[in-house]
């Protein structure tokens, strides 16, 4: 069976620290990947997606990115990390387009 | 573009009492729909889904039916348990798509 990991599952940064959360899937090969953002008050937002190595496609302009080095693999990243970065950020996959997605257990980022 | 509205919780209720959250959608063509439940501190777990008109999906009790006519998905289960107290969201994905749109969710509190 698949399953989706993330850590850490916790985080506390300061602000204009760089960030790094990773996400890896197992059990399947060429899912497409997922990054959402789950911020208070705001619902769930669709960050980045990927359909395969090295494709990322943004969503929404900001100061994150996200890279995809491996197949089950996808990082997303920051620079200098801002207080309205903070937030449950949610990785998901899945087999296909237009198909359901799977979530991972998240990482909830805090931004001091 | 495509929008998701679900009824404003908390939703308190009682053990073995009728549960029914209202989701209503706007979309072009023929998306699919999710009902996913997520529990305190946990990621999104998929609780049922449909994919076209007067679909039913069913899990742990739960079901919604796909009605185009109305544009709604409404989530219902006829007794619940202390255990279902969690945010429930539902969602769409357009055919083909890669961005699963959600309502901003309702909580649900069983009291035994």
């Known amino acids: 069976s698949q399953t989706i990991h993330q850590w850490p599952a916790t985080l506390v940064q300061p602000v204009g620290s760089p960030l790094s959360l990773e996400c890896t899937v197992e059990g399947t090969s060429n899912p497409n990947l997922y990054w959402y953002r789950q911020a208070a008050g705001r619902g769930l937002q669709l960050l980045f997606y990927s359909v395969g190595i090295g494709q990322i496609s943004s969503e929404v302009p900001q100061n994150l990115s996200a890279s995809r080095p491996q197949d089950r693999q996808f990082i997303l990243s920051s620079k200098k990390l801002l207080l309205s970065d903070s937030g449950f950020y949610l990785c998901?996959?899945?087999?296909?387009?237009?198909?359901?997605?799977?979530f991972g257990p998240g990482t909830r980022l805090t931004v001091l | 573009g495509n929008s998701v509205t679900q009824m404003e919780g908390p939703v308190t209720l009682s053990e073995e009492a009728f549960l029914t959250i209202n989701c209503t959608y706007t979309?072009?063509?023929?998306?699919?729909l999710f009902w996913y439940v997520q529990y305190p501190g946990e990621g999104l777990q998929l609780l049922l889904k449909?994919?076209?008109?007067?679909d039913k999906g069913s899990n742990k009790g739960f079901e919604a039916t796909y009605r185009k006519e109305t544009t709604s998905f409404h989530l219902e289960k006829g007794s619940v348990q202390v255990s279902d107290s969690a945010v429930y969201f539902c969602a769409l994905i357009k055919a083909a798509g890669n961005k699963l749109t959600f309502g901003g969710g309702t909580r649900v509190l069983v009291k035994p």
């Open positions: 979309a072009t063509g023929y998306p699919s």
């Open positions: 998901a996959w899945s087999l296909s387009r237009g198909g359901e997605q799977f």
């Open positions: 449909a994919t076209k008109a007067d």
